[in-house]
């Protein structure tokens, strides 16, 4: 079965961290673009940034330049969002999605998690 699964959302304080983790089963994550999303309450997805097959990252949302990064480990066939510096507006629910290539569009993407919620909340 090709999945992906998040974890590591919850309630956490504004101005603190949390490491968001996207494990893929059934396929490796390393031939793959992996896109990381959000989607606030009433509000559409919202692509964040994209890790990048061979490393690296493109970022395309404003709102979270220089508190959030990507990063992937091939070997543990795992990708993350490590956030900091969380904001009350960056409640939302996070998904991972895996595809051929970088884009802030959710239907170039293959495969997708389930998502995990992220309260920001004092």
């Known amino acids: 079965q090709l999945q992906l699964v998040e974890s590591g959302g919850g309630l956490v304080q504004p101005g603190g961290s949390l490491r968001l983790s996207c494990a893929a089963s059934?396929?490796?994550?390393?031939?793959?673009?992996i896109g990381w999303f959000r989607q606030a309450p009433g509000k559409g997805r919202e692509g964040l940034l994209c890790?990048?097959?061979?490393?690296?990252?493109?970022n395309y949302a404003d709102s979270v330049k220089g508190r959030f990064s990507g990063s992937k480990d091939n070997a543990n066939n795992t990708a993350y969002l490590q956030m900091n510096s969380l904001k009350p507006e960056d409640t939302a629910v996070y998904y991972c999605?895996?595809?051929?290539?970088?884009?802030?569009?959710?239907?170039?993407?293959?495969?997708w998690g389930q998502g995990t919620q992220v309260i920001v909340s004092s």
């Open positions: 890790i990048l097959s061979y490393g690296g990252s493109t």
């Open positions: 999605a895996a595809g051929g290539y970088c884009s802030d569009d959710v239907s170039e993407y293959t495969y």
């Open positions: 059934g396929f490796t994550l390393d031939v793959y673009d």
